[in-house]
């Protein structure tokens, strides 16, 4: 196998585990707060820890009902984009989850082929590929695309959740894609 393909798919498959490791770090806030019995709540956990997700999942618990994050606006827009049609209410939470798995994924294989070509891009044991995901996608891309509100809405508490979440999932992706290439 080529060995660029093959860093790819290991970086991909590590950007999934490194996402279910982003999704329990979630589900753990999520017990040790006084909403774990919250489904809503914890269908934001599923979908990730970004900045928009703390403030609905206060809402959550308050209400009962389910909120739409940026994982749901983006599947809600592509499904119009492919489509031409809205997502049905009862397909957004699955949709968002995929958004989420899709992006971890890709996030990945990206991270895979780069250390393909440069070794001193894993420097800090994939805390900086969470950091870079954490500025480009949530504090930059998430907002140009009106997929969350611009950053100085958010409390300072709800970027360190943020970045701190998305350095878990760099730190876990690198460490699942060095046992991958390892086995492989």
Do not use: C
């Amino acid at each position: 196998m080529n060995a660029k393909l093959k860093a790819g798919i290991i970086g991909g498959l590590a950007g999934l585990a490194g996402a279910a490791a982003m999704t329990s770090f979630e589900y753990a806030k999520e017990t040790l707060s006084d909403g774990a019995k919250s489904r809503p709540a914890r269908e934001l956990s599923e979908r990730g820890g970004r900045h928009d997700t703390e403030r609905l999942k206060k809402r959550a618990r308050a209400t009962g009902r389910p909120q739409e994050d940026a994982t749901v606006k983006a599947a809600q827009s592509l499904a119009k984009l492919l489509t031409g049609k809205e997502l049905p209410k009862d397909s957004e939470h699955a949709a968002g989850v995929a958004v989420h798995l899709a992006f971890a994924l890709i996030s990945g294989a990206a991270y895979g082929l780069l250390l393909s070509r440069s070794k001193a891009a894993g420097a800090g044991t994939g805390a900086a590929l969470g950091a870079a995901i954490w500025l480009l996608a949530e504090e930059i891309g998430l907002p140009m695309t009106n997929l969350a509100e611009s950053p100085e809405n958010y409390s300072v508490a709800e970027h360190l959740n943020g970045f701190m979440t998305h350095v878990g999932f760099g730190v876990a992706t690198e460490l699942f894609r060095g046992v991958l290439a390892e086995q492989v």
